[in-house]
């Protein structure tokens, strides 16, 4: 029983819990009301304030503003290291993540190596929970989450959910660029 409150009370302290420690994140929308989540790290890591207002411009300006409206969630958390990005990601899954549920990592720059670097370590993990593709780019450039982007994450959510229904697996190159 003190596990329990022992554990209880560590997940009660992440940072995650509080909104200001997220630039999107879109758990208001219920998870059937889309198929999949986007779990995105910008360039620019999160080490002062002030910051903040052009971070939160910037993440609506590539995931934001409805680019990903009837396809999936967006969750972009502020991240100044490897230990925010882990803890960012374990919230996620522990509040808002469904097993099995699809999932996508979409990093750039400083925090998108800092991504990828976890997607590597914890790969079996990640693809047991629903990662179903990756894309990055070593620099954060606006414009990197392109039309183009989205349509091929909607393209791996129908294969998904084909492969569900009739039990096809996917290619490798279908999954992660």
């Known amino acids: 029983m003190l596990l329990v409150a022992v554990l209880a009370g560590c997940q009660s302290h992440s940072p995650y819990r509080y909104a200001e420690n997220w630039l999107i994140c879109e758990a208001a929308t219920r998870p059937f009301a889309v198929p999949a989540d986007v779990f995105y790290v910008q360039g620019a890591l999160y080490h002062n304030i002030a910051n903040g207002p052009l971070m939160y411009s910037y993440a609506l300006s590539e995931v934001g503003k409805g680019k990903f409206s009837g396809i999936a969630r ?104």
Do not use: C
């Not at 997607?119 to 070593?138: I, N, P, R, W």
């Open 74 to 177: 967006v969750f972009a958390p502020l991240v100044a290291n490897e230990e925010d990005v882990a803890r960012a990601i374990k919230w996620y899954t522990m509040r808002f993540h469904q097993r099995k549920r699809p999932f996508f990592f979409i990093g750039e720059g400083e925090g998108g190596k800092l991504l990828k670097q976890y997607e590597q370590d914890h790969l079996s993990s990640l693809k047991a929970m629903g990662l179903v593709g990756s894309f990055y780019t070593d620099v954060g450039h606006k414009g990197f989450v392109t039309g183009d982007m989205v349509k091929k994450i909607k393209s791996i959510i129908e294969h998904v959910r084909f492969r569900a229904t009739w039990g096809r697996e996917m290619t490798e190159e279908m999954v992660h660029e």
